[in-house]
């Protein structure tokens, strides 16, 4: 999973990166908190958004695409790319 996921692209932005993350099971709000709060949980200061109809999920983090990718995996929710 890991080679998958670091062929995917990444923007540089003041210091975090921007990360485009395609994500399955997300069905309700209930599950986009679950998928913030995993990724808040080690960046606090990210900034998260998803979209339940494209299952697609757009932070601004200081984490890497595989560490993100690891922890929103990681509650529940495959990341595919």
């Known amino acids: 999973m890991e080679d998958n996921l670091l062929n995917a692209g990444q923007i540089q932005c003041k210091g975090a990166d921007m990360l485009n993350l395609k994500v399955s099971g997300m069905t309700c709000g209930g ?28 932070l601004e983090t200081t984490l890497s695409f595989s560490q993100a990718a690891q922890l929103i995996t990681e509650a529940g929710f495959p990341v595919s790319q």
């Open 31 to 58: 599950c986009i908190n679950a998928v913030t709060r995993a990724v808040q949980a080690q960046d606090p200061t990210a900034k998260v958004q998803a979209d339940l109809a494209s299952q697609m999920v757009n």
